[in-house]
């Protein structure tokens, strides 16, 4: 819908904070941004019932146009989303191999 939209940005609102990698596990790290490629990297850390189709669809929407922008998180934090001071933004703006933790 939002590339049918021609929308710069996509929230994909949740009842999780944002992106982890190694969830609910000793060594989970929340990410903070990430370019599209960086976190497909990632993705055995998606399930396919769980992250895995939003972080997907992220990508896919990130992708199809250099200045566009995800963000995943909670519903409760959208407007800290917005603001840059919570959940996990996905952008080409700091580059193809940008990732970066809480």
Not at 3 to 9: E, M, R, S, W
Not at 36 to 51: K, Q, R, T
Request: glycine share 10%; proline share 4%.
């Amino acid at each position: 819908l939002g590339k049918t939209l021609g929308a710069d940005g996509l929230m994909i609102l949740t009842d999780v904070e944002g992106v982890a990698v190694n969830k609910d596990k000793p060594d989970e790290k929340w990410i903070k941004s990430a370019s599209p490629a960086a976190i497909l990297e990632l993705a055995d850390n998606f399930p396919a019932g769980s992250m895995g189709p939003k972080v997907s669809s992220a990508i896919d929407f990130v992708q199809t146009q250099r200045d566009r922008w995800c963000r995943i998180g909670s519903l409760k934090d959208a407007t800290s989303m917005l603001e840059g001071k919570a959940g996990t933004k996905i952008t080409n703006e700091h580059g193809t191999d940008h990732l970066e933790y809480y």
